[in-house]
C-alpha cells in the first residue's frame, strides 16, 4: 500500500522561503514521477510542480517558475519542494502526489496516490 507523507509546512512572511518534503512508501519510489500541488481555500486544488522518476526532467506552474524547485532523493524514497520569495497568494494546503507511470504530470487526473496535506501560510 503506498503512503505518502508531507511534511515542513508551516507560517512564514512575505519573501521567506520553506521547504516540504514527501516520504514515500509502499513501492519502488524510484520508479514513478512526482508532483506537488496545492489548494487555497475556496478553490479547485492546482498543479504546482512535477518531476519525473529519475530527476531530470521538471515541471512548473507559471505562478511558482522560479521561485520554486522541485527535486527527490531516491535513494531517501523522498520528494521535496524548495519554496523561496514566498507570498500571500501561496497560501494553501500543499499536497504531494505519485503517479503509476515514470514521468511527471500537471494533470490532477493523472495521479494515483495523495498525501494528506501540509499547511503552508504566507503572511504579508
Known amino acids: 500500500q503506498v503512503q505518502l507523507v508531507e511534511s515542513g509546512g508551516g507560517l512564514v512572511q512575505a519573501g521567506g522561503s520553506l521547504r516540504l518534503s514527501c516520504a514515500a512508501s509502499?513501492?519502488?519510489?524510484?520508479?514513478?514521477?512526482m508532483g506537488w500541488f496545492r489548494q487555497a481555500p475556496g478553490k479547485e486544488r492546482e498543479f504546482v510542480a512535477a518531476i519525473n522518476w529519475s530527476g531530470r526532467s521538471t515541471y512548473y506552474a507559471d505562478s511558482v517558475k522560479g521561485r520554486f524547485t522541485i527535486s527527490r532523493d531516491n535513494a531517501k524514497n523522498t520528494a521535496y519542494l524548495q519554496m523561496n520569495t514566498l507570498k500571500p497568494e501561496d497560501t494553501a494546503v500543499y499536497y504531494c502526489?505519485?503517479?503509476?507511470?515514470?514521468?511527471?504530470?500537471?494533470?490532477?487526473?493523472?495521479?494515483?496516490?495523495w498525501g494528506q496535506g501540509t499547511q503552508v501560510t504566507v503572511s504579508s
Open positions: 509502499g513501492r519502488t519510489f524510484s520508479d514513478y514521477g
Open positions: 502526489a505519485e503517479r503509476s507511470r515514470a514521468a511527471g504530470s500537471s494533470s490532477l487526473n493523472d495521479y494515483d496516490y
